[in-house]
């Protein structure tokens, strides 16, 4: 499975951007799909995910009511809505997949930088 996120850019606080995150497996409606971020001098961590059943799961400390995941099985793409942007949020953004029987994620996307200034 390769993974290719795309979207990322420099926005202001307040402001939004949606990321990407586009897999080449055919089976793609069977991964569960997670978005993670890793800011400068931190550990990566855990942003969300969705199943291949739509559920899905928020790091609740930090992105719930600003971020929303969803996904376009037909076009074997997931998305990372991000809304409320803060200056904290900036980190390189990665997407990865899991099949659903899985516990760890296996395959994962190069990254996309969002930087939000102040």
């Known amino acids: 499975v390769q993974l290719q996120a795309s979207g990322g850019g420099l926005v202001q606080a307040g402001g939004s951007l949606r990321l990407s995150c586009v897999a080449s497996v055919r089976t793609f409606s069977s991964y569960f799909v997670g978005w993670f971020r890793q800011a400068p001098g931190k550990e990566r961590e855990f942003v969300g995910d969705i199943s291949w059943t739509m559920s899905r799961t928020y790091n609740a400390d930090s992105v719930r009511g600003r971020f929303s995941i969803s996904r376009d099985n037909a076009k074997n793409t997931a998305y990372l809505q991000m809304n409320s942007l803060k200056p904290e949020d900036t980190a390189i953004y990665y997407c990865?997949?899991?099949?659903?029987?899985?516990?760890?994620?296996?395959?994962w996307g190069q990254g996309t930088l969002v930087t939000v200034s102040s």
């Open positions: 990865a997949a899991r099949k659903s029987t899985e516990y760890e994620y296996g395959f």
